[in-house]
Each structure stands twice: as C-alpha cells, then as structure tokens.
C-alpha cells in the first residue's frame, strides 16, 4: 500500500483497490511510523468480511464491503453502480497533492486535490469525469471529508431563519448519521454549510463547504467508532447527468483541526483574508462607513428628501451613500417591477445622475441596490419574456415575494443582466452593489424540463465574475434577504455580506457572534438602525446600538435628518471614533474573539500588537449578585503594564460601581498577567446596555 504525505499537511494510504484511507489529515506521519500498514488492517465482528475494510476512508463508496453512508455514488441507467478506482498516481506542487484514478469497469475517472491554506486550514476539491461512451448519473459527489478522530463527542451547526442567522446550536451526535440538508438553492438562514465538532481526545475541528446552493452535511459514526464529516452539493434527482468526456467539478471543502473554538475560528477567519475574497486593485482601502436608505425611506423615494439625507450622512462622516430598492421601473412596492432595471422617471425625471453628482460632490461613494436574479410577473420583462423564468412543464409557478426566479441557464438572460446591469454601472460613478436574493428556489427547471439549481448557482457565479471583471473597482455585497447567501464560493467575487436583515442589536449579538465563528468582522455588514427598531418594535439606546455594531463593516440604517441634535452629535463621534480605530479593527494580522461569559454577558474584542478594543455586552438582567471578572486575552505581551480606558460619548450605564472601578477604566494600569489571570472588574451593567474599551500595552520605561 502506498503512501501519501506531504510535510505538514497530511498522510494517506493509496490501496490497490478503492478510496484513499485517511491516516492523518493534517500532519505528516513518517513512513517509518506506518511500518507495514499492519495497524490499518482490523479484523472485524465474527460476521464481518473475510478482507480487511478500513474504516476511516477518504469518500467511502458503497457496494464493496463499506456500510457507512456513501460519499460518493452514480450508475449507468442503474448499472455499473459501484465505484472502485484503482491505478493512483501522486502530483505533488508547492502546497497542493492530487491525486488520480480511474475505475475501467464503471468508466469513471476521479481526481482529488488537498490544498493546504493558511496555518492549519486545508481544503479539498472532487473532479469525477465520464471515460465512457453513454451517460452517467452521478448521485452524489461530497466535496471531501473529515475524519474527527476517536469520535464527536458534541457538534454545533448554525442557523435558525431569517432574522436569526448564524445562531449557534450544541448536539450531542447520536449512532448512526447526523445529517444537514439545505434544498434552498442558496446558502440559507436556517442551515449554514459549516460545522464545528469536539473529538473525544479534546481537539476541536471546523468545516465549511464554499458553495451557494444546495449542500449536504452527513456526519457518520463509522465502523470503529469514529466520526467521518463529509460535505458537498446536494443534487436534485437526475440533476448531475455527465455526457461522454464530461467533467464534475464540487466547491472547496475547507477544514480545520486545532485546539479550541478559537483556535480554529481564527484560523478559517485568516483563511477568508487571505484565499478567499477577491482582491480590489491597488492596496486595500479602509472598510467606508455605509448610509444604506432601505430603512429611512422604503418605497417612498423623493429626490430632495435623498439629497438632504446625503447632505446629513456627509456631516456625519459617512463615505458612501447606498440607494436601495425602489428606484427602477414602477417600483412602489415589493409587487412590481423587478427585472426593469431602467430608472424611474416619476422619481427620477432627470435619471440617477442628479443624485449621484450631489452624492459625490459631498465627497462620498455611490451604491446602488439590485436583485438581479428575480423577476415580478408585474414588470415589463416577465410580460416579455414569461419563458425566462425557472418552471417545470405541468406545475404550477409557485410565488414567493411576489418574485419569481430567473432562469441563469439560459444565456440569453444572462446577457440581458449583463447589458441592464453594466449600462448603469458603465455610464454612472457607481463604486458599489448591493446585490439581493429574495427568495429561496422552487420548481427549479430549465426550459427542457430538467434539475437546474446546481447549473443556476453555476450561472450565478458566472454572472458575477463577468460584471467583476467589465467592472473591476465596484465592490459588492452578497444579500439575500440578509445572511442567506454567506458562504465562500459568494465571497471569492463578493467583498461583504449583509449580516442579517434584522438590525435590532439584542438580536445581532448572537448573529454576529455566530458568523464571527467562520467570517472576519471586517466582512460583516453591522449598522446602527432607528429606535424602536423596524423589525422587533425594541427601543435601543444609540450608545448600544453602535457598539454592537462597532467591530464590523459599519453603516447607519436610519434617515439622518430625523436625528435630533443631540443624536445627531452622538451618532458623529461614534463614527469618528470607528474611522480612528479602523485601522486596528480591520488590520488583515489583527486577532477577533468573543466569549460568552454566562449571566447575560458578552465580550467581543479586537487586538493587534499589544492594542486591543474591546466591548462589554449585557444582554439580560444578571442573577449574580457581582459579576465576574472580564479577560481580555488578545495581543499583550507577558507581565506588560497595561493602561485601560473606557472610550465612547455618553455615560456610561453602570448600575453601581466602585471608585476604584471608576479609577481603572479611566486610563488606569494593570499588569498583564493578572488582565489574563485574574480578568478586568467590570462594574455592573444595566441590561441591553454595552461599553467600549481601549487597552494599549505601555512600553519600557513609559511613565
């Protein structure tokens, strides 16, 4: 049996028939420590095969004595279903091992590439090609899987639905196989394609697929007790079809292994700076503070009313003023016209540029707003062109928004996107998209009556990296009725994500906390919205709404000119104090963490080269009567002397506090190893309430 192993990265054995057997995925074993491969050969149960059948199998196929869950699996019209390659050879290239089979009885070949990322992220991508002369069904192709060693003693999935993206949930996982299936046709609110899990030696994993469409999560409790993590598409009967010479290629499965949640959180959080989002030219600006109109006008678009709007948004320091829906065809609600992407003369009698010189002339960025993939049946296209949409022959077309979804397979419509889109963006100063996905994929057909979603998700992608390459310094943003489009095959051609729709801070504690576990915050659409907030009818205090959004892509998510002047006032220096720090907040080397310290009580912090900003966060009325001492364990050097300081506008809102308490975090100094010992004293907080914390290591002889 032959060995495959590259330093650092992983070690596999290559049998004489069959999948790659997994022997470590994340270091390399030394020859010498495989010896025979003795140790990999176990006899089983007395009704267990006469031949070794290892369980820990890089995608197992079924069939041939493997009966664990099958991660890979296709036929001929129900013949030559079982997938045995044989042959493999080994290309190894800097940090990338492929590896190549091919099974002649069944005319499959396979073609497996494990890529090694930054620090201890890998990822792993699947070709299956049809070497014969008829068709071939393929019913499954995980992109990778991820061996949890000894066993998953809990795992935690993400998602909830809309509003509650990214909530994070513990299972403990039972025998047999855990499985996660999205059928959405996008990345989702309620299953994201990602999985955090614990081993029982202590070793916490992650893993997340980068694909925006359907996906499959199967956790199986193989044969020796261990727990194999497989992910990839999920295909829609008959949907994967490969023509004589045709080629399936699955998105990155990206994987982690390390010691805490933190520890691989930080690690996929470099991963998505450093490999995944698309580079703009030049070097990479400041993250602009965002006015996004959704929510201080709706529908209801007058051009003066803007104008003021911008006028105020420029006062506050804003640099770019986003224009969202309604501002095309005769779009006064969510009812009509979607897919007429021509300006609205009764709102626009001059067209957008008026609007977007005034912009610009205050010294801000113009974004606008597009749901390129949907269409309303109310609108000038769908009247047009009924054919273009997905439909299947005999069913009904099933609303969902008053939209339904254009078919990206055809070319045709892809070009009319192309033309629609780029005409706005060629003949205006637009730096910036907002672009959305409103609603999930039903009777997703292409004209011919056959499975489209993976072809559309294909389509979509396409479509994006045509707009990015005609148009390469417009930043875009992935919408899709907030985070349900979040992955990191959207994030390799987009620049940030819209975190969630609902804004009301209470509720994006949990979100962000939760995305924070598998995207940097920099990424994160977090903006400060109108009190009570528009989705929960919560009255937030301004200094709580801007400290929850604080570590993320900022924006405001109200109308300015219905600030008072002391809003307006408070709401400046918030911002004046973000645009001063992000240069720490946002640093690609920076380190983010947050912890969950129990009685109501998060920290979120942000910390570079002994600098760390950090918040306090009471959610809920405390039980205990003090509470307990709050870490700080980013970027301060070992005994250093650390000066604390509270920052921000406003009082701040303890319920009582001691004067020494007083005294430390009014640029008071402790040592650093009590501040990781021993944690920082907080006063007690009122609950849904929130400080700011700037804590920057002394140097020698500094005082």
């Not at 030394?30 to 995608?59: C, E, H, K, Y």
């Not at 991660?71 to 190549?100: C, D, M, Y």
């Not at 916490?204 to 469409?213: C, I, K, N, P, T």
């Amino acid at each position: 049996m032959k060995i495959v192993s590259q330093k650092g990265h992983l070690t596999l054995a290559l049998p004489e028939f069959g999948m790659p057997l997994i022997i470590d995925q994340f270091a390399e074993v030394a020859t010498s420590a495989t010896g025979s491969l003795n140790t990999l050969s176990r006899a089983g149960r007395i009704n267990g095969m006469d031949i070794a059948v290892p369980a820990a199998v890089f995608l197992p196929s079924g069939g041939m004595g493997h009966f664990g869950w099958p991660a890979i699996q296709g036929h001929r019209q129900g013949r030559q279903f079982v997938f045995q390659p044989s042959n493999w050879t080994t290309v190894e290239s800097g940090k990338v091992v492929t590896l190549s089979a091919s099974d002649p009885g069944a005319g499959v070949g396979v073609r497996l590439t494990f890529e090694r990322l930054t620090g201890p992220v890998r990822r792993t991508r699947v070709e299956v090609s049809n070497l014969a002369e008829d068709d071939y069904t393929l019913d499954r192709c995980m992109a990778g899987s991820l061996l949890i060693k000894g066993g998953a003693e809990w795992i935690e999935a993400m998602g909830d639905g809309w509003g509650r993206e990214f909530h994070v949930h513990r299972l403990v996982p039972s025998r047999g196989v855990w499985l996660q299936e999205s059928r959405r046709g996008r990345t989702s609110h309620d299953r994201y394609p990602a999985l955090v899990a614990r081993d029982r030696h202590g070793s916490v994993y992650a893993a997340h697929l980068g694909w925006s469409g359907n996906h499959v999560f199967a956790l199986d409790q193989i044969d020796d007790g261990q727990h194999l993590l497989h992910a990839g598409e999920l295909f829609e009967p008959g949907e994967m079809i490969l023509a004589s010479g045709e080629t399936y290629v699955s998105p990155w499965f990206y994987i982690v292994s390390a010691g805490s949640v933190d520890d691989v959180s930080a690690a996929m959080r470099q991963t998505v700076r450093a490999h995944v989002l698309p580079k703009l030219n030049g070097p990479t600006k400041p993250r602009p503070v965002l006015l996004n109109t959704w929510e201080g006008n709706y529908f209801a678009h007058d051009i003066n009313r803007l104008k003021a709007q911008a006028n105020r948004a420029a006062d506050l320091g804003i640099e770019r003023f986003v224009l969202d829906d309604g501002w095309f065809g005769k779009r006064d609600d969510d009812t009509s016209s979607l897919g007429d992407w021509f300006i609205d003369t009764r709102k626009y009698p001059d067209g957008l540029e008026p609007l977007i010189s005034h912009v610009t002339g205050l010294g801000m960025e113009f974004g606008l707003w597009f749901e390129p993939e949907m269409v309303n049946p109310n609108s000038e296209l769908y009247r047009q062109h009924p054919d273009w949409v997905l439909q299947i022959e005999g069913k009904p077309l099933l609303l969902s928004r008053n939209q339904l979804v254009l078919d990206l397979t055809r070319l045709d419509v892809c070009d009319y996107l192309f033309d629609a889109v780029g005409a706005l963006l060629g003949r205006h100063a637009i730096s910036f998209v907002k672009w959305d996905m409103n609603r999930d994929l039903t009777h997703a057909g292409d004209r011919l009556g056959r499975a489209a979603t993976s072809r559309q998700t294909r389509a979509f992608y396409a479509l994006v990296d045509r707009l990015r390459a005609a148009f390469p310094d417009v930043e875009i943003e992935s919408c899709a009725s907030g985070g349900g489009r979040a992955d990191y095959g959207v994030l390799e051609r987009t620049h940030r994500i819209w975190t969630s729709d609902c804004t009301d801070p209470l509720e994006r504690v949990s979100i962000q906390a939760g995305a924070m576990r598998f995207l940097p915050p920099e990424i994160m659409g977090c903006h400060i919205s109108a009190s009570p907030n528009h989705q929960t009818r919560r009255p937030h205090s301004l200094a709580f709404r801007a400290i929850v959004a604080f570590f993320g892509h900022l924006g405001v998510e109200l109308d300015p000119t219905a600030l008072s002047p002391s809003e307006f006032d408070e709401l400046k220096q918030w911002i004046d104090l973000h645009k001063s720090l992000r240069h720490l907040l946002h640093h690609a080397d920076a380190s983010c963490f947050h912890t969950e310290m129990g009685d109501g009580r998060h920290v979120f912090g942000v910390g570079l080269g002994g600098h760390v900003i950090a918040s306090i966060i009471q959610t809920d009325q405390p039980r205990a009567e003090q509470p307990c001492p709050v870490p700080i364990p980013l970027a301060i050097a070992r005994d250093a002397e650390v000066e604390v300081r509270m920052i921000g506008p406003g009082s701040p809102p303890f319920v009582r506090a001691a004067p020494a308490q007083l005294e430390l975090l009014s640029g008071g100094i402790v040592s650093s190893g009590l501040l990781a010992s021993h944690g920082l004293p907080i006063p007690q907080l009122y609950p849904q309430s929130a400080i700011l914390l700037e804590l920057k290591q002394r140097e020698a002889g500094n005082g």
